[in-house]
């Protein structure tokens, strides 16, 4: 009997990964969702396991090289989607901060007792995500949804803001201090990956979507405008907008170590660090580019509005102090939002719920966030033809373009008026760029390129198209500054910016 029973579950389990696509033969001594899959993902111990026996919500697992670690991955699959045929758009979901000194489940009995420490305690990632209550919309939702770090026993990414830590003087101690993770690099070049090869998904920018609460509303939003070439839609549920000029907001960044425990020190000590992953700085990467963008906070059921409010009733401030504060001062920042947004004349859908924090997360994703979605995927989002981008990393790679600039500080580096068939661009900044320009050319071809430097000299030489169909220019900026710049409108003549224009004939 018990060799029977454990057949049943083996060919139940069979069924269920050659359903979804996989490309597994239906052959008795076939291991689930690994032996089909190609380099590098053969070596990554790949795991699918229906949640409670539901086929539409999957546990995908597997060991991350860059993480050093098992990854356990929520993976929901609405109605609409087939393993074959038209590929379903997918939605990413970032969970937010779990505090690494409550990561336990021994805690529970304490930090139970009030929402906001039971979300960021013991298997905070897997919490947060059940807020959203994905599973009660797939039959509405058009697209599937993936959050990763999901591990009810506990959760990896506590405060690393999905983003790239990186080495730094001041040395990580857990727990005084987070762990240095590659956030971004395990979403980009592992998860999404992995997720586009073994479900029938959209691969491109009008297809994919990116969104998150709290920490990982934060987090959409700084996907969203780092990477402005791989979404076409960004949801935030209670984010974090402003991370320096907010002085509540910067006291609480400051205390929880979001950018010092990746290796990016304090707002006082690496200011243009910090202005790299800060939203409002790096908001104009949105500008032209058509992306959806939803904006949700709650009012910590302090306005009239929250008299008679479910949420408010299921959550009162009294009896969740925490989760009030909190939202209170989330609600003041996500306002400054609105104002910067407009005044940039980047297009945002705002929706303001009663709540504390994550009480109303199911209500914006039911009867907000999916058709916001599903419309924005249903239409489609046509690629700018032009584009203007700045960062601080030294090196990116943006609507084709791929940029290594050398400089003596560190600065914002920019992209404006930049076509994406590479025929005229400018640069403005500090230091030698070198650059790609997108495979927009015919491979062997010759080209005129026209560089005209910051002090109008201008000078041309002839380039010939790679393999690929890609240019090489070098544009020189002039000396690098001898300290780091502290904001975009620094004035001061130890950060001046140069820029330089472009022109492919």
């Not at 805690?107 to 139970?112: E, I, K, N, R, Y």
């Not at 000029?245 to 170590?257: K, N, V």
């Not at 401030?317 to 209170?328: D, G, S, T, Y």
């Not at 062997?444 to 010939?464: C, D, K, L, M």
Request: aromatic residues 8%.
């Amino acid at each position: 009997m018990r060799k029977r029973a454990k057949g049943l579950v083996a060919l139940a389990v069979l069924t269920l990964v050659t359903g979804f696509g996989l490309g597994i033969p239906a052959t008795a001594d076939t291991a689930p969702a690994t032996k089909s899959l190609p380099a590098p993902y053969s070596q990554w111990n790949v795991s699918v396991t229906p949640v409670d026996g539901n086929n539409q919500v999957l546990r995908v697992d597997f060991d991350s090289p860059l993480m050093h670690r098992r990854m356990e991955n929520l993976v929901y699959l609405p109605d609409s989607y087939h393993g074959d045929g038209t590929p379903s758009p997918v939605l990413y979901y970032l969970h937010g901060t779990v505090l690494q000194e409550l990561d336990n489940a021994a805690l529970d009995p304490v930090t139970g007792q009030e929402s906001l420490l039971h979300m960021v305690s013991a298997g905070g990632g897997y919490r947060q995500t059940e807020l959203m209550d994905f599973k009660s919309q797939l039959s509405k939702a058009r697209f599937v949804v993936v959050a990763p770090d999901t591990d009810t026993a506990g959760t990896v990414c506590h405060n690393c803001g999905w983003i790239d830590g990186r080495a730094d003087l001041v040395p990580n101690v857990p727990p005084l201090t987070g762990e240095q993770l590659p956030g971004d690099s395990f979403l980009h070049q592992e998860l999404y990956p992995l997720v586009e090869h073994m479900f029938n998904v959209r691969t491109d920018r009008a297809g994919r979507g990116v969104s998150g609460f709290s920490m990982g509303g934060y987090s959409a939003m700084v996907q969203g405008m780092k990477h402005p070439d791989d979404y076409g839609f960004i949801g935030s549920v209670s984010g974090v907008y402003e991370i320096l000029s907010e002085p509540r907001l910067r006291a609480l960044w400051e205390a929880l170590g979001y950018l010092r425990d990746q290796g990016y020190g304090t707002g006082l000590t690496d200011e243009v660090w910090w202005r790299n992953y800060n939203p409002s700085d790096l908001a104009t990467n949105l500008s032209g580019t058509g992306t959806k963008f939803l904006l949700s906070f709650g009012d910590a059921c302090l306005s009239a509005a929250a008299a008679g409010d479910a949420n408010c009733a299921a959550y009162p401030p009294l009896r969740n102090p925490a989760a009030a504060a909190i939202e209170a001062v989330l609600n003041s920042n996500n306002h400054v939002a609105m104002k910067d947004l407009a005044a940039k004349a980047i297009p945002v859908q705002v929706v303001q719920l009663p709540g504390v924090h994550g009480a109303n997360d199911a209500q914006v994703y039911r009867d907000f966030m999916v058709s916001a979605a599903n419309e924005t995927f249903a239409k489609g989002v046509p690629d700018p033809a032009t584009f203007s981008y700045r960062t601080v990393n030294p090196a990116f790679s943006v609507w084709g373009y791929d940029v290594r600039v050398t400089r003596s500080a560190d600065e914002f580096l920019s992209l404006t008026n930049a076509r994406r068939d590479g025929t005229a661009f400018t640069v403005s900044g500090t230091g030698t760029v070198a650059l790609q320009t997108p495979a927009a050319f015919t491979p062997g071809s010759t080209h005129r390129v026209t560089v005209t430097a910051p002090n109008g000299h201008a000078t041309a030489q002839t380039v010939t198209a790679d393999d690929r169909g890609r240019l090489p220019v070098s544009v020189d900026l002039g000396p690098g500054n001898l300290l780091p710049q502290e904001k975009l409108t620094d004035t001061l003549v130890l950060s001046a910016v140069r820029t330089a224009t472009i022109r492919i004939d």
